[in-house]
């Protein structure tokens, strides 16, 4: 446990409406299923963050890293909100109670709260603790003007800190500024992701999938690490050199906004041979499809397309 200050993204995960849907329904069930709901979202942040602790309807969680990487910060909040809606939407489905904890489940929403800083780890009371100016600031701007001011419900809050921590391009990727005053803390400028209109996006996007019964080749690892790490090492590309070490570079073009996604290419160089990779479908942390095409000088370029998941214990990619 560190005495000394670490950089630090932190991240809040709230339930929005819950208290309003607490005093209008039954206790009993609304507690089981806060206990389900939030449940969800600590697990679909892990294993990148780390629990600092539950806050009632809220999830602490922070990632002790010099900077994050942006498409990866942006797929998990976006898979974690995916993953609240659908579980909200299959608990809802999955009873035939008509209390009112039940029925009205669909009036709960998420937000998230993200910033990075410095803090200090420390045992308090005999429990661990993030300490520092910081972890108030992240607190603080849960009380924020967002739906008032830009109506958004269901929204990811980044401070500026945050963002160029990740290097994202907030205004490529449709976020919307707004600055938030707090006594004793001042002005901070922020950018507001909406994760409705993601959640539409993405319930409207066509799949492209290359299934195993479809492929001329199927390759399978097995391995023992969540797919959310799997999932870093297939596609990141500062790791693609530690498990295809005929890979000499790797250089992104298209990613908008500093993410990575369809749209976005992989240039691979092995030696003077150049190998492209065409981003076709993205879905953290399940597959991602690609149009591969073989731009070898002198040689005509050949293309197949691909999809690779990241599964618990098993790693997969068919041709």
């Not at 849960?142 to 160029?164: H, M």
């Not at 400028?189 to 209109?197: F, G, K």
Request: charged share 25%; with cysteine; hydrophobic share 40%.
């Amino acid at each position: 446990m560190s005495s000394t200050a670490q950089p630090t993204c932190f991240l809040i995960a709230d339930i929005s409406g819950y208290t309003g849907y607490l005093a209008e329904v039954e206790l009993e069930h609304a507690q089981d299923i806060l206990a389900d709901l939030i449940g969800a979202v600590v697990s679909s942040l892990r294993p990148y963050f780390r629990l600092a602790k539950l806050e009632g309807d809220a999830a602490f969680v922070f990632a002790s890293v010099e900077g994050i990487d942006g498409t990866m910060l942006l797929d998990t909040i976006e898979r974690c909100y995916f993953g609240f809606r659908r579980r909200r939407r299959d608990v809802r489905q999955a009873t035939s109670c008509e209390c009112n904890a039940c029925v009205r489940i669909p009036d709960l929403n998420l937000k998230f709260v993200v910033h990075d800083g410095v803090a200090i780890q420390q045992k308090v009371a005999g429990r661990q603790e993030l300490l520092g100016s910081d972890v108030i600031v992240v607190h603080r701007l849960l009380k924020n003007e967002v739906v008032e001011r830009l109506g958004i419900e269901a929204y990811a809050l980044f401070t500026e800190a945050a963002v160029v921590a990740a290097e994202i391009v907030p205004s490529d990727l449709d976020m919307h500024p707004i600055t938030e005053t707090y006594d004793r803390i001042g002005a901070v400028s922020c950018w507001v992701l909406d994760l409705e209109h993601r959640w539409q996006e993405e319930e409207d996007r066509a799949r492209v999938f290359v299934r195993p019964d479809e492929s001329i080749v199927n390759v399978s690892i097995e391995t023992q690490v969540p797919p959310q790490v799997a999932w870093g090492f297939l596609t990141a590309p500062g790791r693609r050199m530690t498990w295809q070490p005929w890979v000499t570079e790797v250089s992104i073009e298209g990613a908008t906004g500093g993410r990575r996604g369809p749209g976005s290419s992989n240039h691979c160089m092995h030696g003077k041979d150049a190998v492209i990779e065409e981003i076709l479908d993205w879905r953290p942390y399940d597959y991602v499809t690609d149009r591969t095409i073989l731009a070898t000088p002198g040689v005509r370029s050949g293309c197949c397309t691909r999809s690779s998941s990241s599964r618990p214990r098993t790693g997969r990619s068919s041709i």
